[in-house]
């Protein structure tokens, strides 16, 4: 069993904090392409369409034919070898984790590899493989248990890969909506220290309000993601004591390009959906990375929650999907930036939300407590990308099939 | 069974020379490989002009290969080459070089390893070092080579129980060789004790497990038996040589090297035997490769070794003495010049000319290469058998 995490102590101001340090980051193409799908939560390996041997390392010709590789879904399971404890190192990362255990798996897949190990296996285990993403967003192996272990999620090398709630602060930007509400309660219940709720106008009543006002440990604080200066105020006053922001702003209204909008709810759209990511990034960013090795409650991630249109435009909701689709590239940009100072940015991506402003959407819609369960899994497996509910799904499904197709379906 | 390799007849192998290492240094890899030359032509009385033939390795000359070399110090050969392969670098140069003063292609090839070492290249080198390990071992606690060969000892260990004492036998047995050896890093005596109670690195590496990177160049001449007659210079022959790269990959961990594919072959062409040997010149990066080479170059047989290595003394004086200068383990890592060390350590024994102390009428001696952790074990390696004159 792993022991269990204790709460972070109150830290004494005049110890400096790690600085964020992320493992080596060199890596190939084909590392980097099973990176995008580790960040997906899948278990990929490269398997030759020639003679469908599984290979790893990740290559670019198969060793045993020299034919085309493709990534294809693996058997997780696996037989531990060999370890080693890790004692010396000359990276800055590693140090300041030190002893660090690995060891070689053999894969059920085929290829044998090094891993990362989970406290509670041992040489000769049957181990479950994860395939997850560093502090720097590049691709691991790492071997748990097949069996689920007491507080296995608390496993000292395990946390350093995900941006699990427990014990963490968490800032929702926006608690006037049904949506950042449940994402609060999610979090909430999977252990967060803290969760900070956003309220853009605190004078103005909303639903939910005394649910939060008798649920402990959660803030209500001011921020306007339209105003610069609110969302500064706000970075300056919590500091260095938010660990991951969950942006569950957004701005949703029917309209079409040439006819059925205004240019002014086109450009508020734009103002909270892109800008508001723009600026939570700008006035927060910083001191996220700063603090992202900083022991139990490190600073781990961002986390966007934002339309699967994004991704092809969509006709009736013509602007929304633009501004979505500028808030999708915005959040790879950030992505980028984050990964060199080890903090995970992710997007989740919702087909249309059971709100109010989708009334007139036929179903399936996708239910808010559902969207806040995909928020505690992306940072409980550290991932970068998921889709929740069926809308979201398909459309991404056949837009990895065929984009353009894709984009024609969702537009004529 | 691979056609057998046509004998080195007529070939020289003479003038080993090592310039002595140190732990760090401020000069490049061109300045050590020319302290290398000059070493040779004080020696020889060969100038430039007289090099038609270059074979060269390194780690740190980057940006330049053989060719930035040969314009860096004013060689013009008509036949060179350059071997990354770090510790299978010597033996593949001496192949090499041999064939092409056989043939004709060049009547005097340098063979020439140099690497720096300054305070940061270590790491440098470890960062850059091939695509496999930056993509799947380095990030797994960055514990370099180290953490690889802990693997592969703690898999070795297990699968033919073999006890760190056995690994500790050889290290104590290089160090006491190593005392004799002027240019050695390491001049202290070693312990068993010291050495079983040496930190833990990456288990169940320890600090005496591992090489202490340096700075330092090799060099040797290969040529034909009239030049080196003409020349004045002692000179030995090569009886045989084999070579192989990426041997048995479905092996999950690497308890084996590619020698196994071509012991025979070795032994047959060189028309002796693993007892014919008079020393051992092993690649030792760490103990274990060295217990893994006793099994695959024909002294015992697999999952043997401990109880070979508890019958043997591997002193200079011993039943079997090995890495006569203190091996890369006591004398330093120099790079790819730790892939040379080994053969004119060799050379220098069966040409009785050693730095330090002379194995008594050594004649035979087989040198060993083995190099290139590109991801998870080591990919090449070689073997030759020298023979000094009778
Ligand atoms: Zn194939």
């Given amino acids: 069993m792993s022991n269990p995490l204790s709460p972070p102590k109150r830290k004494d101001p005049l110890t400096p904090s790690r600085l964020g340090h992320v493992p080596p980051r060199l890596r190939s193409r084909a590392a980097k392409a099973m990176a995008v799908r580790a960040g997906q939560g899948r278990f990929v390996l490269q398997v030759c369409e020639g003679c469908s041997e599984a290979t790893y390392p990740p290559r670019d010709r198969c060793p045993h034919c020299w034919g085309e590789l493709r990534w294809a879904d693996q058997p997780q399971t696996a037989v531990l070898l060999a370890e080693t404890v890790v004692r010396a190192t000359t990276d800055n990362f590693f140090r300041e984790h030190l002893p660090w255990r690995i060891g070689t798996v053999q894969l059920d897949a085929g290829p044998t590899a090094v891993a990362h190990l989970h406290g509670d296996v041992a040489i000769g285990d049957q181990v479950r493989m994860r395939l997850v993403l560093d502090r720097g967003g590049n691709p691991a192996l790492f071997a748990l248990p097949l069996k689920e272990t007491p507080h296995m999620q608390d496993d000292p090398q395990l946390r350093v890969f995900t941006s699990a709630p427990k014990h963490r602060r968490i800032l929702v930007t926006d608690g006037r909506t049904r949506l950042g509400q449940d994402v609060a309660q999610a979090l909430l219940a999977a252990g967060a220290g803290t969760v900070f709720l956003g309220n853009s106008d605190p004078l103005l009543r909303h639903d939910g309000e005394e649910w939060i006002a008798s649920t402990p440990n959660i803030d209500m604080v001011p921020l306007d993601l339209t105003d610069s200066r609110s969302v500064s105020e706000l970075a300056g006053t919590l500091g260095g004591r938010v660990d991951i922001i969950v942006n569950t702003a957004g701005y949703v209204r029917p309209g079409g390009v040439s006819s059925g909008s205004r240019l002014a709810t086109l450009q508020t759209a734009m103002d909270i959906n892109a800008f508001g990511l723009l600026r939570l990034a700008q006035s927060f960013g910083p001191a996220l990375g700063a603090r992202s090795d900083d022991g139990v409650n490190s600073a781990a991630a961002f986390v966007d929650i934002n339309s699967i249109y994004a991704m092809t435009g969509n006709a009736g909701f013509a602007g929304f999907a633009a501004s979505a689709a500028a808030r999708l590239s915005l959040v790879a940009g950030l992505r980028g930036e984050m990964a060199s100072v080890g903090i995970r940015v992710a997007s989740v991506l919702c087909g249309p939300i059971d709100d109010a402003w989708h009334q007139a959407v036929p179903p399936p819609k996708v239910a808010t407590s559902r969207v806040a369960q995909a928020v505690v899994q992306v940072l409980q497996d550290g991932l970068e990308q998921v889709c929740v509910g069926d809308v979201a799904e398909d459309l991404a499904a056949r837009w990895q099939q065929d984009p353009f197709l894709t984009i024609r379906e969702e537009n004529l | ?390």
């Fill in chain 2, 1 to 390: 069974m691979t056609r057998r390799p046509a004998a080195y007849d007529g070939v020289a192998v003479c003038c080993p020379v090592t310039v002595p290492y140190v732990r760090y240094s401020p000069e490049t890899a061109h300045w050590w490989a020319g302290a290398a030359l000059s070493a040779l032509g004080e020696r020889t009385g060969l100038g430039p002009a007289d090099i038609d033939g270059f074979c060269f390795a390194s780690f740190s000359s980057g940006p330049d290969s053989v060719v930035g070399m040969i314009q860096h110090l004013g060689l013009c050969p008509r036949w060179m080459d350059h071997i990354p392969t770090g510790g299978a670098s010597g033996v593949m140069a001496l192949r090499r070089a041999a064939r092409a003063v056989q043939s004709g292609d060049a009547d005097l090839v340098v063979c020439l390893a140099a690497d720096t070492n300054q305070v940061d290249s270590f790491r440098q080198t470890l960062a850059g070092f091939s695509r496999f390990s930056q993509d799947a071992m380095y990030p797994y606690g960055f514990g370099g080579p180290n953490a690889t060969f802990a693997l592969i000892t703690d898999n070795f260990m297990r699968t033919y129980g073999v006890g760190r004492e056995s690994f500790g036998k050889l290290c104590v047995a290089q160090r006491a060789n190593a005392l004799s050896n002027p240019h050695a890093l390491m001049k202290r005596p070693l312990s068993l004790d010291q050495y079983m109670s040496s930190r833990a690195i990456s288990d169940p590496v320890h600090l005496l497990d591992c090489v202490m990177p340096c700075a330092g160049a090799e060099a040797f001449i290969v040529t034909t038996e009239e030049k080196a007659a003409s020349l004045g210079l002692a000179a030995a022959s090569i009886k045989a040589t084999i070579e192989r790269h990426n041997a048995f990959p479905e092996d999950p961990i690497q308890v084996r090297g590619g020698w196994v594919r071509d012991v025979d072959t070795l032994w047959e062409a060189a028309g002796c035997s693993p007892e014919d040997m008079d020393t051992i010149q092993f690649y030792d990066d760490y103990p274990v490769i060295v217990a893994m080479q006793m099994e695959d170059l024909g002294f015992c047989r697999k999952g043997e070794v401990a109880g070979f290595i508890d019958r043997h003394d591997f002193t200079i004086s011993g039943s079997l003495p090995l890495n006569t200068n203190g091996g890369q383990l006591s004398a330093g890592q120099a790079g790819a010049a730790g892939g040379f060390q080994n053969v004119t350590e060799a050379l220098r024994q069966v040409l009785g000319c050693p730095l330090g102390d002379q194995v008594p009428d050594a004649r035979r001696a087989l040198v060993s290469g083995f190099g290139l952790v590109n991801y998870d074990r080591g990919v090449c390696t070689g073997a030759a058998v020298l023979e000094g004159a009778t």
